[in-house]
């Protein structure tokens, strides 16, 4: 398997695994819009351009975990001004039939790596309060801010919950 850093050529497949994983994993707390081809694939091409969200800087990236030349995960984040953090992971998803094999801490860690080298100290993402998938944060060191967002005020955190 490998982590490499997609980009706009690799739109189609990260929509496709964005709703593949939700349908999978989070099918009892998602809305309909949140699986629609088209919409994802609008929300893709404005990240990409660094359009969205409001409140992120331009600064981002997106690394995917490929095996056997087929998308299996990725995370992407840019830098931020919410919640006055440095960073935010806008989207993170590893297909369910590779979820618990470590892919999840690789792509978290490719991400760090890349936030340091950018200075950023602090990270936040919004997650659904029904999530299962928020236990993954708090294992790896995050902490609530409220019901929908959690944080790390150090990312250095994050780096010694990976080893």
């Known amino acids: 398997m490998d982590i490499l850093t997609a980009g706009i050529n690799d739109i189609e497949e990260l929509a496709a695994v964005e709703i593949e994983s939700k349908q999978q994993s989070l099918a009892e707390v998602i809305e309909p819009f949140e699986i629609d081809h088209d919409s994802r694939l609008y929300r893709w091409r404005t990240y990409f351009r660094a359009e969205s969200p409001q409140t992120s800087k331009p600064e981002r990236v997106v690394f995917k975990a ?3 030349g087929k998308l299996i995960g990725y995370i992407a ?3 931020t001004t919410r919640y006055n ?3 935010e ?3 993170f998803y590893v297909l369910k039939q590779h979820q618990r094999k470590g892919i999840g801490k690789l792509l978290l860690s490719k ?3 890349w ?6 100290k602090s990270l936040c993402v919004g997650i659904a309060e ?3 998938y928020k236990a993954f944060y708090l294992k790896h060191g995050g902490q609530f801010l409220n019901e929908h967002w959690i944080v790390w005020d150090d990312i250095k955190h994050i780096d010694k919950a990976l080893l």
Do not use: C, M, W, Y
Not at 115 to 120: D, F, I, N, V
């Open 89 to 91: 992971i806008q989207s």
């Open 115 to 120: 936030l340091e080298t950018r200075q950023a």
């Open 130 to 132: 029904n999530n299962l």
């Open 66 to 68: 490929v095996l056997e």
């Open 85 to 87: 953090k440095d960073a």
């Open 111 to 113: 991400f760090t790596e």
């Open 77 to 79: 984040g840019h830098l």
